[in-house]
């Protein structure tokens, strides 16, 4: 902690008798992002610094300009609220700035945020004043986002200050977030800001779309700023009455300005009674028709308006309230903190993966109307069962309603169903490549029931909240598992529409297509595990019951052979199959992304399903290694992108051992069981089996060879699987024993907890990651990454480790370069020591002489692969940034083979490539070098919590 910080306090205080989290010493800290949240579409990010964006909907619909995290910290007075007061006349003048750029002398500043997150109060006090200023921004869900300042007295005296106040650069409806930042110019150039018979009311507007198409293009939505309580204060359009301000002389209102950014700015005199407080607000909301800026210039000319804001504003914080309290947000204990901080974090879980509103009660016309989306077919042959049951139904009776028909996909897709609303697609100014969309209310202010998300994210969203509505797990399970696919992995995206996928876009250089892994095992073990536990013996009703699905994503993953070649482009996207689905989705609904054979749905039983994922992990087993990231795409932590290819999780190993102990437990622990498996998941099945009892664990841990032939035995199981997919699925079902599913389970969990073992550290941590590679036809090696959170977090779970155990690895932690003492905190990987610039790049000597082509190759001049400096080292020429770039360069040289092989040697010893894991070791951020990631500490106390307390 540094000496300002040092200056800065934090605690819990209590007002008005509502809870809020205060921070002194505000100007001590770095600026930092912070969100107010609301119970409607209306969203606000705020830098600490006062800068904000805000608006409704998404990013298209702001009112102030949406801009990323570190542009809105450097906004101070150019952009959002601002503020300006006088005292005093001629010599005797005196300025005070709030929250300007610069502290003035004698001032502090605080910050405080509602425990709910719907309000958030910028304060700042003037001690030679004697006032305090407090500037509290809150979202009101009829009229839009309200921002009330008050100007308290301190020190009994009494003032009267003459103010400008208001928001700089107010944005006119129309504009989208990407033409703001791409032409913000040409923006300005069709601007119309302009007041007139509204009263306080100003109107920001686009005199026509932007568009250089020729056809007209009306711009007919506004953005609407009113305000009150500041009594015969002046409305400037123009930014320039804070310059007037400054220099004490006068400006006239204008009620028109085009063609330049539009202010919203009162300026009149405040005066504040000795021991007392004045105050105003200014509210602002944008995309409204002319009917709807009528009816708010009516309501803004209102004398009790102030009242009609207020309570507005407090039902919403009230409707929140009551929306977290459905998800158990609320906790009382010895630790106010804590409490807070569980409802934040209750928070911010539902606003991604949503809440049951209507609890266990279904909206039937709602269901219908999912059905008709999901399959067309099943909503007409289902209306008549489901009309009966009225226009709200027990998810139990509509469930028994859609079993008594024996409808197979009637009953699938009840079990789908989620009545979740407040869900919405996320993102934020720190993380611009992501774009929120927040959907909440129907058209009639009702809830939207919908919800979307990465399934990466929102599967663990609803594992927290099913602690709420367990009743709900057979749905999330049966959505879960009805969205993977035949070869076991999982889609992109998931959301009450169906599945989604990426698609290949070759002018994106962020596009890219695959599949995450660990995800899917964990997630739906975490589900499987919680089921259990509330309803023990439910899960088992479904296992042998053909009703599940398989996603037909059109992705072709490489036979195991080609990806011993090139383990980083293993998948191709299928077009001709991808038409075809198109054209299912066109005749039936979303049913036409899953699988079909001979034009029928595959309909499997949930113990196909709970197989597969694990048979395409074991598939991709290398002993003493991990399980082989050959799908193109990282784990949890995208950062570590380039560990797709030749990266090797130990973290899903942990995870997959754990799934196949509950896996026994199910399918296996009755050898008279049997099941209805499809013909070709019974084949792989055996084939993967076959491959492990075919190698010792310990053996194939420690020997190259062996280890090579375990991966090749089990990749050839996974190829003829995928092969045999891309000829056409074979529904047949064949009846598989439980001693087969036991003898998988037995022998694989075998050799991953001989994996395990191996993978304990000498410090006491255990490998989250290594590299493999095949330096020939008959060895794979294995190489050691350093050590991450998330390993440690993963092997926490495994039944290797006893309660002893995984305290000895918590305190190895606290010993561990992960640790932070200053922050009492764990960072996602060890710190990294990284060279001056100047000393990379550079060729030792030695190496120098021993490759006698590295001379001549310098010889070549300016322009030549290699550069000798004034001192006689070798540098690589500054644009070949990798060993692509270098083979290309090379290629001009007629160089032969050996000595461009050669030289790749170099290059790679110099730069050690193969160890590279992505963005993570090139960025002080995220989650990159030094990072601090909360979601990943937070799964580490409930590790330990689960297991050890």
Known sequence: MTTAEEHVTGALVEIDGARWYRIDGLEHMEPFLATVVSDSDLWMFVSSAGPLTAGRTDADHAFLPYETDDRLHRA??????????????????????????????????????????????????????????????????????VRRVELSDLDGSGAEVEVVDGLLDVMPAGVDAETERRASNLVDAYKRSETGRWGTAAVY??????????????SLAATLVWSAGLDGAEVHLDERVLEDLWHDRPRPTVSLLTGRRGAYLLR?????????????????????????????????????????????????????????????????????????????????????????????????????????????????????????????????????????????????????????????????????????????????????????????????????????????????????????????????????????????????????????????????????????????????????RQLFTYADIPYRIAAHSQMLVDPRSTITYDHARAAEVDDRVAAVGADGRLLVADGELVRVTMAEKLLVPALAKLSAYVAGGGIWMNTQRPEWNDANNALAGYGLSMVTLYQLERYLGFLATTLADDPSSTYLISRPVSVWLERVADALAGQDPQAAVNDPGLRRDLLDALGAAGTAHREGLSAGFDPTPVTVEATSIQRLLTGARAHLQASVRAARRADGLYHAYNLVSFPSAAESLVEHLPPMLEGQVAVLGTAELDAEAVVDVVDSLFDSGLYRADQRSFLLYPPRETSSFLDRNTIPAEQAASFPVLGRLASMGPAGIL???????????????????????????????????????????????????????????????????????AKLLLAVQERAI
């Open 268 to 544: 009149g005199s405040a005066v504040v009674p000795p021991g007392g407080s004045t105050s105003w607000i200014v509210v602002a909301d944008t995309a409204l028709g002319h009917a709807q800026l009528h009816d708010r210039i009516a309501i803004a000319l209102d004398p009790e308006v102030d009242k009609l804001v207020a309570a507005d504003v407090e039902a919403g914080t009230e409707r929140l309230a009551a929306l977290l309290a459905a998800a158990d947000g609320y906790q009382h204990t010895a630790d106010a903190v804590a409490d807070a901080h569980h409802l934040s974090n209750v928070l911010f879980n539902s606003m991604r993966g949503g809440i049951f509103v209507h609890g266990y009660q279904l909206d039937v016309a709602d269901l219908l109307a999912f059905l008709q989306v999901r399959n067309r077919d099943v909503h007409e042959r289902s209306r008549a069962v489901l009309e009966v049951l009225g226009a709200r139904a027990e998810r139990a009776e509509v469930l028994r309603a859609a079993e008594a028909t024996e409808d197979a996909d009637l009953v699938r897709l009840v079990l789908e169903y989620l009545p979740l609303a407040f869900s919405r697609r996320h993102g934020d100014p720190s993380r611009p490549w992501n774009r929120f969309s927040i959907r909440v209310a129907a058209d009639d202010g009702s809830d939207l029931l919908h919800h979307e998300g990465n399934w990466r994210d929102i599967f663990q969203n609803w594992e927290a909240l099913l602690r709420s509505y367990p009743r709900y797990l057979p749905n999330v399970v049966a959505t879960f598992v009805n969205a993977s696919t035949a070869d076991g992995h999982n889609p992109y995206r998931i959301s009450r529409d169906g599945i989604d996928w990426e698609v290949p876009d070759p002018d994106d250089p962020w596009s890219n297509i695959g599949y995450w892994g660990d995800h899917q095992i964990v997630y739906l073990l975490r589900l499987l595990e919680a089921w259990e536990a509330t309803e023990p013996g439910g899960l088992r009703s479904w296992l042998d």
């Open 867 to 937: 550069q000798r400096d004034r001192h006689g080292d070798l540098h690589f020429r500054a644009d070949l940034s990798n060993a692509e770039a270098l083979e290309q360069a090379l290629a001009t040289t007629g160089l032969a083979a050996e000595d461009r092989a050669a030289v790749h040697e170099v290059y790679e010893e110099l730069f050690n490539h193969h160890a590279f894991t992505g963005r993570s070791g090139g960025m002080h951020g995220y989650e990159g070098i030094g990072s601090i990631y909360w979601h990943m500490v």
């Open 76 to 145: 101070v007075g150019v952009s959002g609220p601002t503020t300006l007061l006088a005292r005093g006349s001629g010599s005797e003048r005196q300025l005070w700035q709030p929250f300007a750029r610069r502290l003035a002398p004698g001032c502090s500043r605080a910050l405080q945020k509602h425990e709910l997150g719907t309000a958030l109060t910028f304060e700042e006090v003037n001690e030679a004043w004697g006032l305090r200023i407090r500037m509290t921004w809150e979202p009101s869900r009829s009229y839009g986002w």
């Open 205 to 218: 507007v686009l005199e026509s779309g932007i568009t250089d198409r020729a056809e007209p293009a009306e």
